[in-house]
């Protein structure tokens, strides 16, 4: 691989996280992501092979990343994931190879994508309760879950994290028993609000649990928290219960952090995205496809970054009469700009 050279955009944000959509497609229907009753798929022809997603990983690192994230859709319907996960793994200066997964094939493919040499797992876990998994899901696959996330730890993995999308009259009775049934896996939960992205059509202000109100009800139980100094550009805002036990907050609807934001999204069909409120991205597999040069690609890749302006969430949160971002309408014609096409 070339020399790293770092590029930052027009507020000096590095290039440094990247995550990977491997499928459009979930075996789930979450109402705050998916809650429409049919969707176009991207093409199969078009998803980038295991060697051109590695091939554009070398492109980006040379340009300054260091953490991959895998996801989806949910990515563990990608056949044979183990294989772009020791394709990954090894890549000098990568120091963190992680995959988020709603956790229902988890226990089948967890040993194997050890064995690869994937780092963390995160596994997303809105509920503790069967019924209201089914509700919020519209599958009935709660046990899978649970199985999931039990299998992490003995198969060596650890800094493993929850992410709870927090939803006030939905599921804001369980966040002491989520941080609780976290010491347990043991996972750290983070609790993320409820954002107005891709396909969240049914969202709403009133549907929004701050992390304001999140402290004061956790507060109430636990006692004093602390916050728990920064040491990266990482969304989530961590937090210190007396005991030790640390959670975190992703507060991206009503404290934005698109001021240290280094994240961008490239999806299974090769479109780069810089902001999740973006409504344009930047097709790599084309140029790839056609023959582009190493340097060509990275040639592309950094001077669009180094033009980057996105602050979509500190934008939408100015933003009065707030409604979903995108209508029904408009992601039937642009699946690119699901959530769960160009992945969370």
Request: hydrophobic fraction near 40%; include cysteine.
């Amino acid at each position: 691989m070339s020399a790293v050279v770092p590029v930052t955009d027009r507020y000096q944000r590095p290039l440094r996280n990247l995550r990977i959509s491997v499928t459009d497609r979930c075996n789930l229907r979450c109402r705050y992501c998916m809650p429409e009753a049919e969707y176009v798929w991207l093409p199969r022809k078009d998803l980038l092979t295991f060697e051109e997603i590695s091939t554009l990983v070398d492109v980006f690192m040379s340009l300054g990343v260091d953490k991959v994230r895998i996801t989806g859709g949910e990515p563990l319907l990608r056949h044979d994931l183990p294989t772009l996960v020791g394709m990954l793994a090894p890549k000098p200066g990568l120091r963190d190879l992680a995959m988020t997964t709603n956790g229902v094939l988890l226990a089948d493919h967890v040993s194997a994508l050890r064995d690869a040499g994937l780092g963390r797992i995160t596994v997303s876990l809105d509920t503790l309760r069967a019924d209201r998994s089914k509700t919020l899901s519209q599958r009935n696959s709660h046990p899978q879950v649970l199985a999931g996330l039990a299998s992490v730890a003995p198969a060596g993995f650890t800094d493993t994290k929850i992410d709870t999308v927090a939803m006030r009259g939905v599921n804001d009775d369980e966040l002491v028993d989520l941080i609780e049934y976290g010491r347990t896996v043991p996972a750290e939960v983070r609790f993320i609000e409820y954002m107005d992205v891709g396909g969240a059509t049914t969202w709403s202000p009133d549907l929004v649990l701050s992390r304001a109100s999140m402290l004061s009800t956790l507060r109430a139980h636990y006692g004093e928290i602390r916050p728990v100094a920064r040491v990266d550009a990482a969304p989530a805002d961590r937090f210190l219960l007396p005991d030790g036990t640390v959670f975190g907050i992703v507060s991206s609807t009503t404290q934005p952090f698109c001021g240290t934001c280094d994240r961008s999204r490239l999806t299974a069909d090769g479109m780069w995205f810089r902001c999740l409120y973006a409504m344009v991205g930047t097709n790599l597999r084309d140029p790839l496809r056609d023959g582009a040069s190493f340097e060509e690609l990275r040639g592309l890749i950094g001077g669009i970054w180094g033009e980057r302006e996105d602050r979509g969430a500190v934008d939408r949160l100015a933003e009065r009469d707030r409604t979903p971002f995108v209508p029904v309408a408009a992601l039937k014609a642009n699946p690119h700009l699901e959530m769960h096409t160009r992945g969370g």
